[in-house]
């Protein structure tokens, strides 16, 4: 069986451990550069997430190679497992990595090919990242890929041109990030205690499933819907106790994540960022309705377009309804469902709002 081999890269061998259960991430201000490289590379998406890299790590170079994030993982998918690489790509994206940033001018190039002697000769492809973005990197992969196909007469690059043309969907429909600033992880570690502290919460939000909690003093700085709610003589202001049980326990925690820290320690899906976002939405929390918009952006999948697209048409989200758009003109199931006209018509409007047209058709008159 012939064995994809990745020429110039780091070790396969050399693996970063997982942080120990029970042990609190240490602050990335706290964890040399070349080590939050390297968990970037070989730790898990969760180890990523724990340690909280700091923000040269998203938006800088690699300190050897002179690689973006995103070039990084695009060097190592021989490494991922097919769903992990698209996980790995996706949180990145999330986390702030720029698809658009050039690598460094020094950074070199590296050669992939499948299996050895006139296989290898037949198979192989340049993966060049000097004067290219991650988009630019995966374009020229694309293209020497398919052109290795069409000239040997093979398809051995047929899975990896699959994924690699997903991976660029996910990079070109990155929403541009709205103004960001570095905060030291130790801040954000301080607020999500804050936000875990429930002997000093004041108020209740009864869910779903279950109740949560948060300080009064953050809800009301943080919503002006319930900041009148739990201000006033209503009942609400009263008990300090508010009901949401058309809202899971884990959309309204996710909501108090970010509200808390911009960030969530818990993974959760495009179902549970939709209950947030309605949260977000309907208490009018700005911050966090924008994060939630974003996040959704990036989850946007064949199986769970509609219900986005019906979120960002009722809550008019501008920015979640052209990402949407971008993903319906790129995804051929969508396009089959279309055609069948197997979406609610909500969706079969907007998607019809999507299709290119030519010169407007005459308008039809009577004459009398």
């Avoid at 994540?257 to 949260?279: H, I, K, N």
């Avoid at 924008?290 to 501008?318: C, Q």
């Avoid at 979640?320 to 758009?325: I, N, R, T, V, W």
């Amino acid at each position: 069986q012939a064995i994809l081999a990745q020429v110039g890269g780091v070790p396969a061998h050399a693996r970063t451990p997982r942080l120990a259960a029970g042990v609190a991430p240490m602050p990335a201000a706290m964890v040399p550069l070349e080590d939050q490289w390297h968990v970037l590379e070989r730790g898990s998406m969760s180890d990523i997430s724990a340690l909280c890299l700091d923000e040269s790590v998203w938006t800088g170079h690699h300190p050897e190679r002179g690689l973006t994030a995103l070039q990084v993982l695009v060097s190592k998918m021989c490494s991922y497992e097919r769903n992990d690489f698209k996980g790995r790509v996706s949180q990145a994206i999330g986390y702030g990595a720029d698809p658009h940033l050039k690598a460094a001018w020094w950074c070199g190039e590296d050669k992939w090919s499948f299996g050895s002697g006139e296989l290898k000769q037949q198979t192989q492809v340049a993966v060049v990242f000097r004067g290219n973005s991650a988009i630019g990197t995966i374009a020229g992969m694309l293209g020497d890929m398919q052109h290795s196909q069409d000239t040997n007469g093979h398809t051995r690059w047929a899975q990896q041109i699959e994924l690699l043309q997903h991976v660029m969907s996910l990079m070109c429909r990155a929403p541009r990030r709205s103004a960001r600033i570095s905060v030291d992880c130790g801040i954000v570690n301080l607020w999500e205690e804050l936000r875990r502290d429930g002997d000093n919460h004041d108020v209740t939000l009864v869910t779903a499933d279950g109740d949560v909690s948060a300080h009064r003093s953050v809800l009301v700085r943080a919503s002006p819907v319930l900041g009148a709610m739990l201000t006033s003589s209503m009942r609400e202001g009263r008990q300090r106790r508010g009901e949401i049980k058309d809202t899971p326990w884990q959309g309204a925690a996710v909501f108090l994540d970010l509200l808390y820290s911009g960030t969530s320690t818990e993974e959760f899906d495009a179902p549970v960022a939709l209950a947030a976002l309605d949260l977000a939405h309907r208490w009018q929390a700005a911050v966090v309705l924008r994060m939630l918009e974003t996040s959704l952006a990036s989850m946007l999948s064949d199986g769970n377009f509609a219900g986005i697209v019906e979120a960002a048409m009722v809550k008019g989200l501008e920015q979640l309804g052209s990402a949407c758009k971008r993903f319906a003109k790129d995804s051929t199931a969508v396009k089959k469902k279309l055609k069948a006209k197997a979406f609610p018509p909500a969706v079969l409007d907007f998607l019809q709002g999507c299709k290119e047209t030519g010169a407007p058709a005459a308008k039809k008159r009577r004459t009398f």
